[in-house]
């Protein structure tokens, strides 16, 4: 695979150039590009290696310890063996930094990887965030509560939404899949958004927001605009610390012919310098203390923005504080979906007594499932594996009503297991529970389908739609 040569920023160059003492350099230069995916290399005046990240000595196919002190040229000649180079070296500055390729195959490898372990850690949060969110649900409902205790377990299973949207943004990073744009409701969304937004900012900045008559929805993901938002807000409110106003304002304007919503982030701080105003959207560039800021807030906002077919703007003056403008793509009536209200609780659809098999391998979950499914009515068998589940089937007294399956299960699938029990039938209905909320690979199965993380009703609903006589047709068939 061919080499792609990076070039140092101008402004590392310019960080790079203040550091007069080569040890606190190396430190400094080591914290900070240990972590980053791209292989960098440190040289002293003569172009011999001083210190080699991680990354580079894996492209380099040379070991840290023994590149250094050598000539870079010798490693890199080194490392291409005489055939095409693998990764290649290119000099950023006359004095330091130098930074190599990074889509040679090691590369390539890494970037799987890391894609493998974000899944694995966002179907693992799925399965927390299922847990939370149905507790949550079930609090929310609770008559016995105090209406503020409502509120506040409304607000836990809110935010438990929005996580949830998160983790669906980190599972479609690990696919070669978009998310897909939908129309958002500006009004809706920064009215769901009040009691986030105001524990972001702190209690002594106020919150106000404004949407103007005729403004149209905006085509992005909503947990990408709900993204941006916070990433903005979250900048806002340290730039007032602990007084002064944030201003949402959303309306329409044109732009270049083209009607475009225009959602405004203000606020009332001390403003950005001229100086590191031409930065601010660079990764990883920050004026806060070592610790307090990543500097990847403003980069995100700006490739989401983008992505979505929009952009952002800055203008900041010292004595008003700071205005971030994003402008956004108008949803046009039919091409996008506009997601169904959750905010809303529906009633929890109740079971008869049916006998459930339920298998899923996560203790958290498996024992929500039971908690959710016995308080409505259900008699739950739980299996953790597929192996005990076939032991349960052929086992039973009595004949299972249903199963109730997590796909991702160790050795014997929930497709695979279901398919040997006979489920799919009249006589024994089967709910697949997806590890995420995309459609499940085409299966000769008929089966329900739920995706995690799932609300109690969500859950209960998909139950009850196994035994409805005349419920609509299971999804997943073929
Ligand atoms: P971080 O907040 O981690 O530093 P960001 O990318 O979100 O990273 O922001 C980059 C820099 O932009 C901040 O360090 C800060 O200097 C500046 N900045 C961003 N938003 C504001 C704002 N509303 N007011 C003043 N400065 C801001």
């Known amino acids: 695979m061919a080499a792609r040569l990076l070039e140092v920023s101008p402004r590392l160059k310019s960080t790079l150039a203040g550091f007069d003492d080569a040890p606190t350099f190396s430190r400094w230069l080591g914290d900070a590009l240990a972590g980053v995916g791209v292989g960098v290399c440190e040289v002293d005046d003569d172009g011999l290696i001083r210190w080699l990240s991680a990354v580079a000595a894996e492209h380099l196919g040379t070991d840290a310890g023994l590149a250094r002190g050598a000539a870079l040229d010798d490693v890199s000649f080194n490392a291409c063996g005489g055939a095409a180079p693998r990764a290649r070296v290119t000099r950023a500055t006359a004095r330091l930094a130098f930074v190599v390729a990074a889509r040679d195959e090691a590369g390539q490898r890494r970037l799987e990887n890391l894609g493998r372990m974000t899944t694995a850690i966002a179907h693992d949060f799925n399965n927390l965030l299922s847990v939370i969110?149905?507790?949550?649900?079930?609090?929310?409902?609770?008559?016995?509560?105090?209406?503020?205790?409502?509120?506040?377990?409304?607000?836990?299973?809110?935010?438990?939404?929005?996580?949830?949207?998160?983790?669906?943004?980190?599972?479609?990073?690990?696919?070669?899949?978009?998310?897909?744009?939908?129309?958002?409701?500006?009004a809706a969304t920064f009215a769901s958004m009040e009691r986030l937004l105001s524990a972001l900012i702190g209690s002594g900045v106020d919150l106000s927001w404004h949407v103007e008559r005729g403004t149209p929805a905006c085509a992005i993901t909503p947990t990408q605009f709900e993204q941006v938002i916070v990433n903005l807000a979250v900048n806002a409110g340290l730039a007032m610390s602990s007084r002064g106003t944030l201003g949402l304002l959303a309306r329409r304007v044109v732009e270049g012919g083209e009607p475009m919503v225009c959602v405004e982030v203000r606020d009332t701080g001390g403003g950005i310098a001229p100086e590191v105003l031409p930065h601010i959207f660079e990764p990883f560039f920050t004026t806060r203390a070592a610790g307090k800021g990543l500097g990847v807030g403003l980069s995100t906002v700006r490739k989401l923005v983008r992505d979505a077919g929009g952009e952002v703007t800055v203008a900041s003056t010292g004595a008003t504080g700071t205005v971030f403008s994003v402008l956004l793509p108008v949803a046009l009536d039919g091409e996008l979906e506009v997601p169904a209200p959750e905010l809303e609780l529906a009633p929890v659809s109740l079971g008869a007594g049916q006998r459930l098999l339920v298998v899923e391998p996560e203790h958290a979950v498996r024992g929500l499932l039971y908690a959710l499914l016995s308080r409505a009515g259900y008699h739950v068998t739980l299996a953790s594996n597929g192996a005990e589940a076939l032991f349960l089937f052929n086992e039973a007294q009595r004949p299972f009503d249903g199963l109730l399956t997590a796909t991702d299960l160790p050795f014997l699938g929930g497709v695979e297991l279901a398919r040997r029990v006979g489920a799919g039938t009249r006589a024994l209905p089967v709910l697949l529970v997806h590890p995420s909320d995309q459609l499940p690979a085409p299966t000769t199965l008929t089966a329900h389908c739920l995706g995690k993380p799932f609300s109690e009703r969500k859950l209960l609903a998909q139950v009850a739609g196994l035994f409805r006589e005349e419920g609509a047709p299971p999804t997943g068939a073929s």
């Open 133 to 186: 969110w149905s507790f949550s649900d079930g609090l929310a409902a609770e008559p016995s509560l105090t209406l503020e205790q409502r509120a506040d377990a409304f607000e836990i299973r809110a935010t438990a939404m929005r996580a949830a949207g998160l983790s669906q943004q980190l599972l479609a990073a690990g696919r070669p899949v978009r998310a897909h744009a939908r129309a958002v409701d500006c």
